[in-house]
Nanobody, 128 residues
Framework: QVQLVESGGGLVQAEGSLRLSCAAS????????MAWFRQAPGKERVIVAG????????YYADSKKGRFTVSRDNAKNTVYLQMDGLKPEDTAVYYC?????????????????????WGQGTQVTVSS
């Protein structure tokens, strides 16, 4: 069992930055793929970025490359999402999620249905 708690959301002006954190409790944090998803009002939940258990492999949705950086600290059981150059269209509730890899590739792991554990979400609002 893994419990996830996000923090770091808030209101920021366009071109600003935010750093989201997701603290995990439970065993074997380093065994889990960790990912950040977001959901805007009236839209589906989509992946933003993901990171392998060791941190050696990362994935970004195309539009986030260069602006967002995912990282993790396994000693602290925490995963981060650094968001720079924020745009109003980045406004959403951001969720962290965990799943075991089972040899799956990122093209498969983009699907939210594969994640067993979710945080409660943190609101990010970007004003123009």
């Amino acid at each position: 069992q893994v419990q996830l708690v996000e923090s770091g959301g808030g209101l920021v002006q366009a071109e600003g930055s935010l750093r989201l954190s997701c603290a995990a409790s439970g065993r074997s944090f380093s065994s889990y793929i960790m990912a950040w998803f977001r959901q805007a009002p009236g839209k589906e939940r989509v992946i933003v970025a993901g990171i392998s258990g060791s941190g050696a492999s990362t994935y970004y949705a195309d539009s986030k490359k260069g602006r967002f950086t995912v990282s993790r600290d396994n000693a602290k059981n925490t995963v981060y999402l650094q968001m720079d150059g924020l745009k109003p269209e980045d406004t959403a509730v951001y969720y962290c999620a965990a799943t075991l890899p089972y040899g799956r590739t990122w093209s498969v792991l983009r699907a939210s249905s594969l994640y067993n554990y979710w945080g409660q979400g943190t609101q990010v609002t970007v004003s123009s």
